[in-house]
């Protein structure tokens, strides 16, 4: 099949390179010509496991291609996937205008019939909204349809190659065979592809990243009431994840969600609550906890110091919001690096992807280092925000050799507390009792 993908940020880039890997004609449209120029060259332009590779290979057997000429793009199409910003606006709606633009500019130059595909995450009426903006100069038949993506960030992939499920929103049986066709590939062990109204997929997206939100708040809330009540939350994880009715994931605790998603799809879905006149009151709770939970570590660092902060240099490992990214949006460490700072203090971090798109952020503000040990050099303490694999077993001798104080605090509940007693580390974690030698 040919396809035209309209974005080349993270969603349009792995939706792009997958499906050109199971051999459909690919161009991927952008209007940043230096991105392009880079894509073109074979310079990928995300950080996202696996997908190098594939994106390489591709690109070599001229399966993906990039352009910067929307109706080169879609003249030859038979799907055009539109995967552009939605970002939140100032009152928390997701802003359209990429979204809605792109379709004006669609219905000028439309010459065939075409399925166009809402890939962004997008309020419930946007299909409805895309569809009126490209009739509106259109002379030929299309069709709009809702297909959400359900990609986490280091895992991407995968979620693209085997789906759990592919949800489809379209009223239109042309339509639906072309997306049952074109997914055919992805589901052949038998994941569902799930044909709904369009309105339904909209909200299903939003639905299921802030039951996902909401599961991980729950967590942060047990976990404080965990350290008031002399409880252990991994015990407590462990306990109600082995009920298959509650499952295993998504019940660590620690220093809050950020990334691209959860933060912007919670405060969209309560806006679009908003606009009904409906009073979601646990999507409040969730971006309040969120927010609080984000600097968590804060008061226990400035309690260990006696309230006093200015002079102190602190270690910090994990810039990036999760571990396999480099997206560092909404990332629970920019907000502790700005308490720190604030509070007089200085900061030297590493992270293995994401150092280059905070340098871009704050500049000089904090010291960038080459290795994980390198922040540790003359630091009062190690502060984890992200659970990067090669924080998990660090060589504890060279971490106390090098750290003016043993004391850790830990945002991801890396380590084990007899270990940590053992090696006689003051060791604050979240849930779990403080460990004070």
């Keep these: 099949m040919k396809i035209a993908v309209v974005g080349t940020g993270y969603v349009g880039l792995v939706t792009g390179t997958c499906f050109a890997e199971t ?27 696996g997908l190098e590779k594939i994106f390489l290979r591709n690109q070599k057997e001229n399966r993906l ?45 439309l010459k065939d019939y075409k399925v166009i595909i809402d890939k962004s995450t997008v309020p419930v009426g946007t299909a409805a909204r895309v569809h009126a903006a490209i009739a509106k100069n259109a002379t030929v038949d299309f069709d709009v349809v809702s ?35 074109l997914y055919a590939p992805f589901v052949r062990q038998g994941n569902p592809i799930i044909f709904m109204d369009e309105k339904s997929a909209e909200l299903t997206k939003y639905a299921a990243n802030s039951f996902l939100a909401t599961k991980i708040t729950f967590m942060n809330e047990i976990a404080q009431m965990c350290e008031l009540l002399g409880a252990d939350v991994d015990m ?10 509650i499952g295993k994931r998504f019940l660590f605790p620690g220093i809050g969600y950020g990334g691209s998603c959860f933060p912007k799809d919670v405060q969209a879905l309560a806006k679009s609550a908003q606009e009904v006149n409906y009073d979601f009151k646990i999507l409040d709770a969730v971006m309040e906890v969120n927010e609080k939970q984000k600097l ?28 396999n ?34 340098q871009k952020l704050v500049g000089d503000k904090v010291t960038f280092v080459h290795s994980q040990y390198d922040a540790l050099h003359s630091a009062d303490a190690l502060i984890i925000a992200t659970e990067w694999s090669e924080f998990r077993t660090p060589d504890f001798e060279r971490i106390s050799s090098l750290l003016k104080n043993k004391a850790i605090f830990d945002g991801r509940n890396l380590f084990d507390l007899t270990q940590m007693e053992e090696l006689g580390y003051h060791y604050v974690s979240i849930g779990r009792k403080v460990i004070n030698p």
């Design 23 to 49: 051999g459909n004609q690919v161009i991927c449209v952008d209007i940043d010509q230096s991105k392009v120029e880079k894509l073109s060259s074979g310079q990928i332009t995300i950080y996202e496991p």
């Design 65 to 109: 291609q990039f352009t910067t000429n929307l109706e080169e793009g879609i003249k030859d199409a038979q799907v055009i996937f539109l995967a552009l910003p939605t970002p939140p606006g100032e009152d928390g709606s997701a802003d359209l205008k990429y979204i809605l633009g792109v379709a004006d500019d669609l219905g000028k130059i």
């Design 147 to 181: 297909n959400p993506e359900f990609l986490r960030e280091g895992v991407a992939v995968d979620d693209f190659m085997k789906p759990d499920r592919v949800v489809i929103g379209t009223s239109s049986d042309r339509a639906k065979k072309t997306m049952n066709d």
């Design 236 to 245: 407590v994880r462990r306990g109600i994840g082995s009920d298959e009715r």
């Design 296 to 323: 968590h570590l804060v008061p226990k660092i400035k309690d260990y110091f006696k309230g006093d902060l200015k002079g102190k240099r602190f270690a910090l490992w994990g810039l990036a919001f999760k571990p």
């Design 325 to 358: 990214t480099d997206d560092i949006r909404e990332a629970p460490a920019l907000y502790i690096i700005d308490e720190l700072i604030a509070a007089g203090a200085t900061v030297a971090t590493f992270d293995p992807e994401a150092m280059n798109n905070v």
